[in-house]
């Protein structure tokens, strides 16, 4: 494997902020916040340039809402400053989801976020929902001319732009399998054959009339 790090920007607002903050902190035109905001996105890149350096790390991810240009534009030319002790390939992921229930199902798993701890599900539906507003509001697609790799509503589909390597095509193959809604999968052995009738393993027998039966129950029942 490759090692690799997840630096979440939410973590590190958690841990030099506090816990909860409404969906203002994140308007584009709070600039206040958005001072701060840039603060955090600075230190966990510090942060994955030293763990580069002293750990020898080969897949950094800044997990965090990077969703206008402005905020690419400082991750360009914090990486960019590294050179020619620190190179570094950037592929910025953006996850788009359009489809009404997979927001729902996003809000609904915000519910155990450490951000609401102590709020209503009402409450952070509210702020879920006012997030979201705020986010189309500054969302610019990433130009193609930078690397880059689109999920569309939880991998219905993707796309790659200039996306080639050996590292970034595990990458592409490990999203493309990648589901993030709940999905049941069940192990079932055969219906009873000839050969467990008669004790005998191997070879391909026919089910018998009971083996036949549990085929159709199970197809049923599924």
């Known amino acids: 494997g490759f090692s690799s790090k997840i630096l979440s920007t939410d973590s590190y607002r958690q841990k030099l902020l ?7 902190w994140y308007d584009p035109d709070n600039y206040k916040a958005a001072d701060s905001r840039n603060k955090i996105t600075k230190t966990a890149l510090d942060d994955a340039f030293k763990w580069f350096t002293e750990e020898h790390g080969i897949v950094a991810i ?27 390939r950037i592929i910025f992921l953006e996850i788009i989801v359009n489809d009404k229930e997979e927001v729902e199902s996003n809000i609904v ?24 507003k705020i986010h189309r509001r500054m ?43 709940e999905k049941h999968i069940y192990f079932v052995r055969h219906g009873e054959s000839e ?28």
């Open 62 to 88: 800044l997990d965090g809402n990077n969703c206008s240009k402005k905020e690419r534009d400082l991750i360009i030319q914090k990486v960019k400053c590294q050179k020619p002790s620190i190179n570094i």
């Open 139 to 181: 969302y610019e697609p990433v130009e193609d001319s930078r690397h880059y790799i689109r999920v569309f509503d939880g991998g219905e589909q993707l796309v790659m732009n200039r996306v080639n390597g050996f590292l970034p095509s595990k990458i592409m193959f490990y999203l493309s399998n990648l589901r993030t809604t």
């Open 109 to 132: 798993r915000s519910f155990l976020s450490p951000d609401y701890v102590g709020l209503d599900h009402d409450s952070i539906r509210k702020d879920m929902n006012e997030k979201i």
């Open 18 to 24: 506090g816990a909860f903050h409404s969906y203002e």
């Open 195 to 222: 050969y467990n009738v008669n004790k005998l393993i191997g070879g391909d027998p026919d089910l018998t009339p009971r083996g036949y039966l549990f085929a159709k129950q199970l197809s049923d029942w599924i």
